[in-house]
């Protein structure tokens, strides 16, 4: 599987992303629809739960 995210980093290039915060599949659904090159899922500033990330990482 090619990691396109390793590669624009080896590259030079830039990339964007942005902290999520708030526990719902579908604002991370959502967000992987926008073109950002990575998405944090922040467990530490946040309440979310081992089966909330899970359900957050299954929408990607």
Known sequence: MKN????KLKN????NGTFVRIGHSDV???LSH????WLLLDAEHGPLDFQTLQ???HSL
């Open 28 to 30: 991370t659904e959502w």
């Open 55 to 57: 359900r957050m990482m």
């Open 34 to 37: 926008l073109g950002f090159d």
């Open 12 to 15: 030079g290039k830039v990339v």
């Open 4 to 7: 396109s995210l390793k590669e």
